[in-house]
């Protein structure tokens, strides 16, 4: 449905406050039209011809990759931006000393001049969503206006939206219950002048990505990049409603979660927080190289876990596909992903274009003699520069997936069993420890830390603390998020909440290379994560908590030698020692806000340190 932007009262909703938003927001951005997104296949076969027509889009080969578009960003347009990310709560001690401040009203004053006719000459997309399941006790709605058709189709693979969920929220209005919903606002920020030509990928300079936490509301201007851009996706789903869930008692997590099911039959769910490129998507979709076992996923990247009336805590994924790293996928490390993508119905940014008509990216088989680069430049295997940035990535619908669990669509969630933190580090950390308690695990994953890669922009491979893989993503004070965590194993019984482990894939030997083969191998440690679960498996007792034995993790088949093993399990003293002026001054920075419990976490490891 579209109407002339003078004419949005007769918007196709019931829905007064929205319909009175879009109105206010079409009169400040001033756009050409406004079209409110059904999510029907007719929709998106408009959508994604008319980004054709633009050039954004390259439509792929059908045969190879059906209903499926090849775009390429502008090149200072390639991933989150942290610096220009900010958490504008009321009161400047509620974003704390991680995030970006900046008071509302000033905020707001600067991008409504940026917003002032951002939209004219184009389209705005009003876009209805639901973060979660539909059918949830309490649906997380959303409602996304941009002005990039980019955006909105991506928007349509990676949540649940269109006349279905506006029809939803009416219904619930209509029965007398309290509508609420995220107003999430986006603008490419580059308005066209009568005549004026497009380019394919329309951007700005300044860039703004801003969380209003008490409003729950999301203003967005300048960037078309997923994280940036996708707005129910980091911003609504990580960042507001991490603040949803601190005052309401549940956690907002960047985790995946999976289904693992032993030989036995026995079912287990797992979840984990790894910072940004580091393994979720990977992992989540595990092809265990051990015989017998299973896995199944349930999400790659964002976890929502609320305590059930059982005592246990219980986790949904609220996206709708899998906006993953290409770099690096193939038929060996991820053959579900690979199978997701080759059914089709995805959008490919950042990476090579080939000459029949696929993508092709750095780590994938068959590498193409000849390819359109990402920057649009000719590419054969012998340039010196990539083929794809690093930060490339597939959009693809979540129901693709061939491993996809039937508790996906559960609006109640799975059990989890086990928490697993991870971040890419070439020394100090072991390939797997498990945390004494809930209190030591809180500990762990308020001093990860990781090597920085290339989903933000910035330097890459600068060890940095990444709290819970949430750095970028907390949006409040995280002391308070420590706080919120360890009030979670307070109030809760211990014996029902998940086991705790710290894992790292990403240990480096003298000579470089990774000691652990990683990906599929990989189903050795969730192996012995569950058999310590379920108290078979042994474990040394070391000043970071328990690690494998060298006969508990099974290497059975494996090709590395019981020293290279030994390695990746090592604890070394003098390397921890090492960490903690480190973690002293993370810890510092909170002040107040740290609870003193972690303190006492610090105080003992320096103790059994020097034991
Ligand atoms: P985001 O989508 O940014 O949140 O990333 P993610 O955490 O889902 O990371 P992903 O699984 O996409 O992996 C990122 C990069 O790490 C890819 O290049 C992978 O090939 C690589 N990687 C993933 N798992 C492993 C592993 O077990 N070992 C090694 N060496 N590399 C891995
Ligand atoms: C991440 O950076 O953690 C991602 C990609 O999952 S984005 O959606 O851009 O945040
Ligand atoms: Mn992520």
Known sequence: MTADATTAPTAPT?????RSWVEEVAALAKPRDIHWCTGSDEEWSELTDALVATGTFVKLDEAKKPNSFYAASDPT?????????????????????????????????????????????RTMYVIPFVMGHLEAEKPMFGVEITDSAYVTASMRVMARMGTHVLRRMEELKDAGEEVAWVPALHSVGMPLVEGQADVKWPCNDTKYIVQFPEERMIWSYGSGYGGNALLGKKCYALRIASVMARDEGWLAEHMLILK???????????????????????????????PGWKVESIGDDIAWMRIGEDGRLWAVNPEYGFFGVAPGTNEHTNPNAMKTINIGNSVFTNVALTEDGDVWWEGLENPPAHATSWK?????????????????????????????ADEYDDPRGVPIDA??????????????????DWVHGTFMGATLSSETTAAATGAVGVVRRDPMAMLPFIGYN??????????????????????????????????????????GENSRVLKWVIERIDGQAEAVETPIGHVPTPESLDIEGLDLTPEQ????????????KAEIPGITEWFEKFGEQLPTVLWTELDGLKARLDA
């Open 565 to 576: 093993v030994a390695q990746a399990l090592a604890v070394d003293v003098e390397e921890w």
């Open 478 to 519: 995280a002391g308070d998020y420590f706080n919120h965590w360890i009030t979670v194993g307070k109030d809760n019984d211990a014996a029902k909440l998940p086991k705790i482990f710290y894992v790292n894939w990403f240990r480096r030997d003298d000579e470089g290379g990774f000691l652990w083969p990683g990906f």
């Open 14 to 18: 019931t829905l007064t406050e929205l």
């Open 77 to 121: 347009d390639v991933a989150r931006v942290e610096d220009r990310t900010y958490i504008c709560s009321v009161d400047e001690k509620d974003c704390g000393p991680t995030n970006n401040w900046m008071a509302p009203a000033e905020m707001k004053a600067i991008m409504r001049k940026l917003y002032d006719g951002c939209m004219a000459g």
């Open 260 to 290: 693992l099911t032993s030989p036995q039959g026995v079912t287990k769910y797992v979840a984990a927080a790894f910072p940004s490129a580091c393994g979720k998507t990977n992992l989540a979709m595990l092809a265990p190289t051990i």
């Open 376 to 404: 649009g430049e000719p590419w054969t295997p012998e340039s010196e520069e990539l083929s794809s940035h690093p930060n490339s990535r597939y959009c693809t619908p979540i129901k693709q997936c061939p491993i996809l």
């Open 419 to 436: 928490i697993l933190f991870g971040g890419r580090r070439k020394t100090t950390i072991p390939l797997v420890t498990e945390a004494r």
